[in-house]
């Protein structure tokens, strides 16, 4: 069984700093991976994608504040969240799936989700 498990949800304070892990049980190397997340009764929102090769890219609400990365080798997925807002609160799930082009994070949803995290739970304070 495939298991994408995330971790480093927290309480914060806005202005603040966290990472979120994924760690995950399949060779993430081989898959274009991504976080989302998801607030209130709202639809799930790519926030950061990163291909097959390493390149990565992040949606324009979260871009200069979200860095995303990973490290093959220990099959983990990586989201630093700096400069934290309220409205960044929301469950975060971490994604995998077989991609070729990611222009934007959300082109991952054109392929299809492989597989699912089950989430870790982000509340920004102001």
């Known amino acids: 069984e495939v298991q994408l498990v995330e971790s480093g949800g927290a309480s914060v304070e806005a202005g603040g700093s966290l990472r979120l892990s994924c760690e995950a049980s399949?060779?993430?190397?081989?898959?274009?991976m991504g976080w989302f997340r998801q607030k209130g009764g709202e639809e799930r929102e790519a926030v950061a994608a990163v291909d097959i090769d390493g390149n990565s890219i992040s949606a324009d609400s979260v871009k200069d504040r979200f860095t995303i990365s990973k490290d093959n080798a220990k099959s983990i997925l990586y989201l630093q969240m700096n400069s934290l807002k309220p409205e960044d609160s929301g469950m975060y799930y971490c994604a995998a799936t077989r991609c070729t082009v990611l222009t934007d994070p959300e082109d991952l949803n054109l392929y299809g989700i492989d597989y699912w995290g089950k989430g870790t739970l982000v509340a920004i304070s102001s």
């Open positions: 399949i060779y993430i190397s081989s898959y274009c």
